[in-house]
C-alpha cells in the first residue's frame, strides 16, 4: 500500500526554521507533481508549494522569499525548508503527491496524514 510519511512539523519561534520532509512508502511505477499544501484552523486548505518531476518550482505569495521547496528522486522524498517563520504560518501541513502505482494505471493523488506546525510569536 502507498503512503506519503510526513516528518518535522514542531514548535519554533517567530523567525525561526523548520523543514519538513515527505517519503513515499511502498512501490510506484512514476511519481509527477509533489508538493505542500497547509491548513489553519477554521480555514480552507492551500497551495504552499509545488514541483514538478523535472524540477519546476511554484509558491503560494505569502511564503515567496521564505520557503524553498526541493526532492530528491532517488529517495522519492520531497522536503520544505522554511525560513524566517511567522505566527500565520501555523498550520497542519499536508504532503501530496501525483503518483501512478504501476504502469497501466492512471496517476492518482495521494495526501500524507499532515504534520503540525506551530509558530509562536
Known amino acids: 500500500q502507498v503512503q506519503l510519511v510526513e516528518s518535522g512539523g514542531g514548535l519554533v519561534q517567530a523567525g525561526g526554521s523548520l523543514r519538513l520532509s515527505c517519503a513515499v512508502s511502498?512501490?510506484?511505477?512514476?511519481?509527477?507533481?509533489m508538493g505542500w499544501y497547509r491548513q489553519a484552523p477554521g480555514k480552507q486548505r492551500e497551495l504552499v508549494a509545488d514541483i514538478t518531476s523535472g524540477g519546476s518550482t511554484n509558491y503560494a505569495d505569502s511564503v515567496k522569499g521564505r520557503f524553498t521547496i526541493s526532492r530528491d528522486n532517488g529517495k522519492n522524498t520531497v522536503y520544505l525548508q522554511m525560513n524566517s517563520l511567522k505566527p500565520e504560518d501555523t498550520a497542519v501541513y499536508y504532503c501530496n503527491a501525483e503518483m501512478a502505482v504501476t504502469m497501466y494505471g492512471y496517476a492518482m493523488d495521494y495526501w500524507g496524514k499532515g504534520t503540525l506546525v506551530t509558530v509562536s510569536s
Open positions: 511502498g512501490s510506484v511505477f512514476s511519481i509527477n507533481a
